[in-house]
């Protein structure tokens, strides 16, 4: 007999003060990213976080390809190995899926992203993206082997370490009480932050699908913080942040799928002090994501690194351009005049290289070919670009160079 939706309460932290207020922190830092760079700026940087988003969401399920080799794949150039083209397909694949995410979020202004509709679209718009060899789930103590259906929740019991989940038959229920329980509007202030918090391990506890719960479950919790407009959100990486704190992570999500130990232990069936530890580890995460992106986006730091990052490529150094032409150092000061003003006329930045008319417009050519300069018409203004690699130059500690 199916057990009651309740079973995954408390559904927040029964004391949540400090918490509230370490959420109202981020909320305040996140915003204040927004002003450290041109709007047009940080679109194309939001582009680029993309493929940071995904290589960190694959290396949290142990997959590892790096950002160069996700960027190839976006071009439909794939490894000739097998292994690593799948690997390349999945990291498109999650590219994808976030996209066709933030595309309902734009055009459904209703959307619930709690919903069992929305949860299952994430899994179903991912799985039918990947390799075949993905789909298949070999249970170790036995060999039994499974098929992930995309979309579809599991019709069969699992155990994920000392973890067991709900029974299969329990799923609708359970998934139909989370979505009401943490939608965005029964929650208000800093305490919407904390709920998709508390929101992205009771996905996990929940764990509705035969495989793919955890990158479901970051999906989700992007989706919810862009749903509840979290300003600045998108500039920085809750799945970097994850990643790079991997076993802190695992072991604050295993803690907080305990039983409630004692009467001092919350009202609820599972642990309240697991939740809280697992919210407050969550919320200490995205703080230091904020904290690192703001560090980055100072103005004059960016402008150094864009001149540092030159000079190496001057001289053929630069990290993660092997092979590549070398820049002249006038380029610095056109990226430079694009970083400032958001769009430039062509002209305006031919100018403030300094050079003759016909060498700049070359350097302009050669730096719209490599990324670093984007426009979306053969004469048009052009923008910032952050192409993979320059990124981990600009933005050291992005991603493993």
């Known amino acids: 007999m199916p057990k009651s939706p309740l079973q995954f309460t408390p559904f927040l ?22 002003a450290r760079q041109h709007l047009i700026t940080l679109r194309s940087l939001k582009e680029m976080l993309r493929v940071i988003n995904s290589y960190y969401s694959n290396l949290i399920e142990g997959h590892n390809t790096h950002p160069r080799d996700i960027v190839r794949a976006m071009r439909q150039d794939y490894d000739a190995e097998p292994a690593k083209r799948n690997l ?3 990291s498109v694949a999650h590219i994808r899926c ?23 679209f994430l899994h179903s718009e991912f799985y039918h993206r990947i390799p075949e060899d993905f789909l298949v789930v070999t249970y170790p103590e036995t060999g039994k082997k499974s098929y992930v259906v995309p979309g579809k929740f599991r019709e069969e019991e699992v155990v994920i370490g000392r973890h067991v989940p ?36 009771r996905l996990m506890w929940i764990h509705p699908f035969l495989d793919g719960n955890g990158r479901v479950a970051r999906l989700f919790t992007e989706a919810y913080l862009l749903k509840i407009s979290i300003e600045g959100f998108g500039l920085w990486s809750i799945s970097r942040g994850l990643a790079r704190k991997s076993t802190a992570y695992k072991t604050a999500l295993s803690l907080a799928d305990e039983p409630r130990r004692n009467d001092l232990d919350g009202r609820g069936t599972l642990t309240n002090k697991g939740l809280t530890d ?3 580890f969550f919320l200490e995460v995205c703080l230091d994501q904020v904290d690192y992106m703001g560090s980055l986006l100072q103005l004059d730091g960016l402008i150094d690194r864009i001149h540092g990052y030159i000079n190496l490529r001057n001289n053929n150094i630069a990290p993660g351009s092997e092979g590549a ?7 610095g000061r056109m990226l430079q005049e694009v ?40 004469k048009g203004v052009v923008r910032m670009g952050f192409p993979i690699h320059a990124a981990g130059w600009l933005f050291p500690e ?3 160079r």
Not at 325 to 331: K, N, P, Y
């Open 278 to 280: 697992f919210c407050r």
């Open 339 to 378: 970083l400032l003003h958001g769009e430039t006329a062509r002209g305006a930045v031919v100018r403030a290289s300094g050079l003759k008319e016909r060498t700049a417009r070359n350097l302009l050519a050669q730096l719209l070919d490599e990324g670093l300069l984007q426009s979306d018409s053969a």
């Open 88 to 90: 390349q397909l999945e």
């Open 325 to 331: 032409s070398s820049l002249r150092v006038e380029a």
């Open 166 to 201: 709900p029974c299969h038959n329990e799923l609708t229920t359970l998934a139909d009480r989370f979505a009401d329980v943490y939608q965005p509007d029964h929650h208000h202030g800093a305490k919407k932050l904390l709920a998709a918090a508390a929101a992205h391990h």
């Open 398 to 400: 992005l991603y493993p």
């Open 98 to 120: 976030q996209q066709l995410m933030e595309a309902r979020l734009r055009d459904e202004s209703g959307l619930l992203v709690t919903s069992r509709d929305f949860i299952t």
């Open 13 to 34: 932290p029964e004391q949540t003060e400090d918490l509230e207020d370490l959420s109202l922190e981020i909320i305040k830092k996140s915003a204040a990213l927004g």
